[in-house]
């Protein structure tokens, strides 16, 4: 049947005689009142059956031996009433049904003997049990039943409280309902499996007691797919006519197309109860009964919002389908299916608290990725909260896919913080990090395995140039053989301090004189003695490149000292004054030492300029200044040496 197609003309005309109150049924109020058969089916024999009946005596005040005591009324509808009883023999509480004294007219009986009928047959733990039918005095039907001390079930759909103890450990009222359904879904299976249709469930005809019982009650609108030759029961093919609750009805009940009725039509009304169940709206709304029958002949799906669970969604629409064919085929099998939606509600429940993680891992992401992106520097807790909520998301939909590995809003779940945390940590330049997460990631990897590549590659780059950068880090590092510069100045401290003391002890003794080719000659061994302590001590003095260019630049000094002396003997000059401005030379080169390598030569530096003055000043005492300049100059080199320049005070390095 189409969507769009419209109930016939004297489909409507029929529909329109409901909301009249023909005289064999209560005057309709809404669509949630039960329409019952206008023109009950009468080929059994009425009064045969009830003149077979046995007498049920209530009148203990007229009758010694009347088993029953007629006490307060339970509860009454269109055509009968319930009335609390005693039975005597029993000594127990008991509900016996019967005509309503207002409304005994030739046809009410026949409702009544079928429910009894029905019911009769019907033995299950969810259908209340008959224990007698009988008359009374005046020959109407009486039905002795169980007495169920309970309510409603649609009583409770707005008032959770009113729910059964036995229902009070479930976390939500919805878990609870469920369960009640999946009760009445057995007592419609086994119905079934005895070829009777119910055509009216719905929560009203459910009654709960008060230990938790599920009763499914109300069966005289029931018919049944099998013809015993009693006529008993209506058989559902020769109904014509609509018969049932507007708001539940299938579109083949609302169509009154007997035919068709069968175990899928309560099928649907199971369907629309589980609607009714999860959005709290009836299958077919409307403000009257012609509202709700157009509703129910269309039929069409329902778009259920996100607060309902998809699992459910499709439950319902599946069971509601307008269509027989595509329904469930069973009430067992509508059963099966909400019992796997309550065995996945754990799984659920860890995938939406997993949800929950898996928002505030986006909302710190979203805070802290636009800072990764410039550069600036992020609140310390920032990564170490998002590495934790991702660690509580991914083992919440992990659980969750562990009880129910078809739970697939836990695998979007897991996928979506994967990929989250994949985005992360390329950006973060963790490409380990992101490699393993690549590895579980199920969605599309092409993007993110480009990204990852070209993070390696420039990874790669920063490495090399890491590398670089650290080796030229090791090759100015003052701090680098430190000591062992500091030992070698304070040995040649003693031997330029030493020479020219002697020399002059020497010359003043007469046991020397200082010319050039001495005074050139012990040059010359001063420098061999030099290149020998480098040599003994090449692999702390050579260590690195600022090492080497320090010693570089020493001998280069000593070199240029010979030099000058080679020049001062070719122009002439006298020992003296080549002393002078040998110390001129070396406290000049020193300052430059300091303003390029190491700015703190510079007293060093001084020494020698000093040393030099002092020779130009007093010739005389030219081998004393010098020896006395050269001693401190090397020896305050020796001392600032002595300490590592990385233990320095910032204030006091120099690049």
Known sequence: MSETDAPTPALLASWKTLTLAPANQATLVDAGQTIAPRNPLDTFERQQALGALPLIETDTRHVDNADFSLKDVLGQGGMGVIHLADQRSLWREVAIKTIRPDNRNPDAPRGLLKEAWVTGMLEHPNIIP??????????????????????????????????????????????????????????????????????????????????????????????????????????????????????????????????????????????????????????????????????????????????????????????????????????????????????????????????????????????????????????????????????????????????????????????????????????????KAAALLLDDFTGERAPYLARLTALRERLQREKHEFHQLKQLSRDVDLGLSSAARSKMSFVLGIILGVIPLINSLMVRQGLATMTFPEYFLQYLGVITGSGLIVFLMRRRLLSNAINTRIIISIFVILLGALIMRLMGFVLGLDVAGCIALENGLFGFALLMMATSLDARLWPAGLAFLAGGFAAALFPQWTLECDGISNAAALWIIAWIWRVPVHSLPRQSRKP
């Open 130 to 431: 008959v224990h007698a039918l009988g008359v009374d005095a005046q020959g109407a039907p009486m039905m002795v039943m169980k007495r169920v001390e309970g309510r409603p079930w649609s009583d409770t759909l707005t008032r959770p409280d009113l729910l059964p103890r036995r229902f009070s450990d479930y976390q939500e009222p919805l878990d609870a309902h469920l369960d009640i359904l999946t009760q009445v879904c057995d007592a419609i299976h086994f119905a079934h499996s005895h070829g009777v249709i119910h055509r009216d469930l719905k929560p009203e005809n459910v009654m709960l007691g008060d230990f938790g019982e599920v009763y499914l009650v109300d069966w005289g609108i029931a018919v049944s797919l099998r013809d015993d030759g009693t006529e008993r029961i209506p058989l559902a093919r020769n109904v014509n006519e609509v018969a049932g609750t507007p708001s539940y009805l299938a579109p083949e009940m609302a169509r009154g197309d007997g035919a068709a009725i069968d175990q899928r039509s309560d099928v649907y009304l199971l369907g629309a109860i589980l609607h009714e169940l999860v959005t709290g709206t009836p299958r077919h709304p409307g403000n009257s009964v012609m509202a709700a029958l157009v509703h129910a002949y269309r039929s069409q799906p329902v778009d259920y919002g996100p607060d309902v669970p998809r699992e459910l969604a499709l439950i319902c629409n599946q069971a509601t389908a307008a269509e027989p064919a595509q329904r469930f085929a069973s009430a067992e099998d509508f059963r099966l299916a909400l019992t796997g939606y309550q065995r996945h509600r754990d799984s659920r429940r860890l995938a939406d608290e997993a949800h929950c993680r898996l928002r505030t891992l986006r909302d710190h992401l979203n805070d802290h990725l636009p800072r990764l992106d410039h550069t600036a520097a992020a609140p310390d807790d920032a990564p170490r909260a998002i590495y934790r909520l991702y660690a509580e998301c991914r083992f919440g939909f992990e659980q969750a896919l562990a009880i129910w590995n078809d739970n697939h809003t836990a695998t979007r779940g897991l996928t979506e913080a994967i990929e989250l945390m994949l985005d992360f940590e390329l950006r973060q330049g963790d490409d």
